[in-house]
């Protein structure tokens, strides 16, 4: 399978633990996405980043969360002393260059669904 | 202002009918479009591009209308399966973030 590859796809913590989701991008691809989906809502962006750098993370909470994409293995969003909110779908996407190229997309992988209770 | 809005719907329609999605983004220099659908409690998958001079793609038809900052999705001959959520794409010209809309239910109902 050469897609998005995350895992686990379904994790469950209890508040105040730590939850780890793992995400290797497409072969070739050196841009990655996580996205956070909460129930009935939309997609919203998180982070953007490229190998060893973070290159957009406007849209992570500013506690508890954090996320790197180390020159060696997958891209980790790491989350720590979880609470009920943070229960929802989180989505990576990785794409080959950046979206500045026409045409350009991003492809993601399954989701990883954390249920904090 | 949200960067990307789209009608959430929810749209049902009965097999064999034609149904458009709008959707409007706030950024005026927005480089690429997009459309994606997302099936319950799956990911999103690429639909299709949209291209500044409209394109089809079987049953799909996508237009981009700079002025007006909007891009449509029409499909024709609705099917069973074409039930999902759609939603569009947004980039900016920065290229950094693929904005979402927070897409449109559709329901086709036999």
């Known amino acids: 399978n050469a897609g998005v590859m995350q895992n686990p796809r379904h994790l469950v913590r209890r508040r105040g633990q730590e939850a780890r989701l793992r995400c290797s991008p497409m072969?070739?691809?050196?841009?990655v996405y996580w996205y956070r989906q909460l129930p009935e809502e939309g997609l919203k962006f998180m982070v953007y980043l490229q190998k060893e750098n973070i290159i957009d993370e406007s849209g992570m909470p500013k506690e508890r969360f954090s996320a790197e994409f180390p020159k060696e293995g997958p891209s980790i969003l790491r989350i720590q002393q979880v609470v009920r909110g943070d229960s929802a779908a989180y989505f990576c996407?990785?794409?080959?260059?950046?979206?500045?190229?026409?045409?350009?997309?991003?492809?993601f992988g399954e989701g990883s669904w954390l249920t904090v209770v | 202002r949200k960067e990307v809005e789209q009608d959430p719907g929810p749209f049902n329609v009965p097999e064999g009918a034609t149904v458009a999605f709008n959707c409007t983004y706030s950024?005026?220099?927005?480089?690429?479009f997009f459309w994606y659908r997302q099936d319950c409690r799956k990911e999103p998958k690429l639909l299709m591009s949209?291209?500044?001079s409209g394109n089809e793609d079987g049953r799909f038809t996508a237009q981009l209308n700079r002025a007006s900052q909007y891009i449509s999705l029409l499909i024709r001959d609705s099917k069973l399966s074409d039930s999902a959520t759609y939603l569009c794409v947004v980039i900016p010209n920065t290229g950094n973030q693929f904005y979402f809309g927070t897409g449109t239910s559709l329901t086709v109902i036999p």
């Open positions: 950024n005026s220099a927005s480089q690429s």
């Open positions: 072969k070739g691809h050196s841009h």
């Open positions: 996407a990785s794409s080959s260059r950046t979206g500045l190229y026409t045409g350009n997309t991003i492809y």
């Open positions: 949209v291209y500044s």
